[in-house]
Nanobody, 122 residues
Framework: QVQLVESGGGLVQPGGSLRLSCVAS????????MGWYLQAPGKQRGLVAA???????NYADSVQGRFTISRDNAKNTVYLQMNSLKPEDTAIYYC????????????????WGQGTQVTVSS
């Protein structure tokens, strides 16, 4: 199947930056969309940013202008550059990919990574 592995989380001071990476591996024909979601304690998981195979992006209002999502289609990798981090950005960040496994049926499947902790604190 498909595995997503995130990296790049950690502890950073307010105003600092982090870059998250997520690599998809396995039997993959095409990845139609990759994205980042966050989940803070006691809250539901929500969209941070997403990017489709054509490069069209979508951001949550709370991160617009501070975060940038990008992807390397050849490497099945998505990145999230996070600048001007705030304490309220503290959460577990999850990578999600919508994958077509085979062109035979074109069915899309959703996969999640294990999450990476981002903590913004002085």
């Amino acid at each position: 199947q498909v595995q997503l592995v995130e990296s790049g989380g950690g502890l950073v001071q307010p105003g600092g930056s982090l870059r998250l990476s997520c690599v998809a591996s396995g039997v993959i024909f095409n990845i139609t969309e990759m994205g980042w979601y966050l989940q803070a304690p006691g809250k539901q998981r929500g969209l941070v940013a997403a990017i489709n195979s054509g490069g069209t992006t979508n951001y949550a209002d709370s991160v617009q202008g501070r975060f940038t999502i990008s992807r390397d289609n050849a490497k099945n990798t998505v990145y999230l550059q996070m600048n001007s981090l705030k304490p309220e950005d503290t959460a577990i960040y999850y990578c999600k990919a919508i994958v077509v496994l085979t062109p035979a049926n074109g069915l899309q499947y959703q996969y999640w990574g294990q999450g990476t902790q981002v903590t913004v604190s002085s």
